[in-house]
């Protein structure tokens, strides 16, 4: 159960702004990047086969293998679109994910001295900015490399990446130590996943009924949306329990102290855990965000040939039933298990998915995908949760700013190393990549297996010792 004196007095009023926000921010997220993709994939057809009837392409809301699977020729084809438009998807990867490692770096740690409010705006605007520039493209018809450019303006004000950092330190500052702070980040990461849920079921449709003109318009207009509400977020971080002295390099150092150094605050959790945690949570996001980077691609070819609207039903089903399955999940468990268990368990999970997706000979076997991995995802908000458990009041925007880095960093990683092997390998075997991924999901899984050697008597009173310090603090 969660006590009353776990939780800042007066939270609602800025934890219901922000999930509002988030809600918004990523459901514009995840319909311009359906959007994009699917309008990139159809532009790399003009560009490829230009002479091609447009009966033949996305446009007509059909997917495109549906229409070629019985021709040489036209498999020949769509794997020569496909290479292409993945080595594409890579270039606006990079753009965008290299900046990110430094301004996510920087900005997030810049929030435990002014604050969080000014860089959580910032990260929001630099998400509109960047649809609408991309809106602007597909109405005017622009180069589709510019895509590339409007990528990197976002990267350089933070994006999501810096947004949710954000977010998560805010959520940090409204609760204590203890099993409530894990609960609310799950409960946040469930609204942002429902953003998710509405952009990917929406996407396709809207791209077939409005096309991707005014599609990309929408998620524009929903990343406005989030921007304004979150003008109304107050800021959480009291003078008090800001830092006083600002230093780059001291932001760096700050970083790595947490897996270099021990907290002698914390003296009970050990650096070998904070290692473990984010090794564990670097490979489980690199195989996430790695595989979404060619997942549509990945549907739209044979043997699944799904059309836009399949791919939102598809991807809207599956996101809806994991974050309703994983909410549940962690709420029930965290009666009888620890967090560390509890994610090992969602890391199991993970790894049937990724296999079942890798070896899918039909559609059947994706929908079995999704009912066994369904709580694979938990992993992700229990390690930030632990994390943040470890961690004091006055660093949290550090320790968040570092899991930004390692997203970002995963994100980059995971999207070149999908995308490369996906444009080789599809022309052979197109489930590889799933495959290679399952692969790091299981190294994540043995590592943590290792955290749950800690003992559950140290474990509850290592909790109720750091939550008694952040109630005093």
């Known amino acids: 159960m969660i006590s009353n004196s776990e939780i800042r ?15 918004f921010l990523f459901f514009s997220v995840v319909m311009a990047m359906y959007t994009s993709y699917e309008y990139g994939h159809d532009a790399f057809w003009d560009i490829e086969f ?11 809301g059909q997917s495109i293998c549906g229409t070629t699977n019985a021709s040489v020729q036209g498999d020949q084809e769509e794997q020569i679109v496909q290479a292409v438009v993945s080595k594409w998807n890579l270039y606006i990867s990079i753009a965008q994910g290299v900046p990110l490692i430094f301004s996510s770096l920087f900005f997030s740690s810049l929030s435990d001295f002014f604050g969080r409010r000014p860089f959580l705006l910032l990260g929001t605007l630099g998400v509109c900015i960047k649809y609408c520039l991309m809106t602007l493209a597909v109405i005017f018809q622009w180069n589709v490399y510019l895509f590339i450019l409007f990528s990197f303006v976002d990267s350089l004000c933070g994006s999501w990446v810096t947004q949710l ?46 096309g991707y003109d005014y599609s990309m318009a929408i998620a524009c207009g929903l990343s406005a949306i989030a921007f304004i509400i979150t003008c109304f977020i107050p800021e959480t971080l009291s003078n008090s329990q800001r830092k006083q002295n600002f230093s780059c390099m001291g932001n760096v150092k700050e970083i790595f102290r947490f897996y270099m150094k021990k907290d002698p605050t914390y003296a009970g959790f050990t650096r070998w855990k904070f290692i473990t945690l984010i090794l564990s949570f670097t490979l489980i996001m690199m195989s996430r965000l790695g595989s979404s980077a060619f997942e549509t691609f990945y549907l739209l070819d044979s043997p699944f040939c799904f059309s836009p609207e399949k791919i939102s039903i598809f991807e809207t089903a599956r996101t809806c039933i994991s974050e309703i ?38 559609t059947t076997f ?48 995971g999207s070149i190393i999908g995308n490369a092997i996906y444009s080789e390998t599809v022309s052979f ?3 590889t990549a799933y495959l290679v991924f399952a692969g790091f999901l299981f190294v994540a899984m043995v590592l943590l297996m290792f955290l749950m050697k800690d003992t559950p008597q140290n474990y509850n009173r290592k909790g109720t010792v750091s939550s008694q310090t952040d109630l005093i603090n």
């Open 9 to 23: 007095e007066g939270y609602l009023r800025i934890f219901i702004p922000l999930c509002a926000a988030d809600l």
């Open 50 to 60: 230009p002479n091609r009837s447009k009966t033949m392409s996305n446009e007509s």
């Open 165 to 210: 950092a954000i977010a998560m330190s805010i959520l940090s500052d409204l609760t204590a130590s203890g099993k409530s702070r894990s609960f609310f980040i799950a409960v946040f990461s469930f609204v942002f996943g429902l953003g998710f849920s509405l952009g990917s079921f929406l996407s396709g449709y809207m791209v077939t009924l409005l």
């Open 325 to 362: 399955m994983i909410l549940a999940f962690i709420k029930l468990m965290q009666r009888c298990l620890r967090d560390e268990v509890i994610a090992f368990l969602g890391s199991i999970s993970s790894v049937a998915l990724f296999i079942v997706f890798g070896i899918a000979p039909s």
């Open 366 to 413: 994706l929908y079995i995908a999704v009912i066994i991995g369904s709580i694979g995802m938990c992993s992700i908000p229990l390690i930030r949760g632990i994390l943040s458990k470890m961690t004091p009041i006055h660093n949290q925007g550090v320790l968040f700013g570092g899991i930004a880095v390692v997203e970002n960093i995963c994100n980059l990683t």
């Open 429 to 431: 075997y197109k489930g």
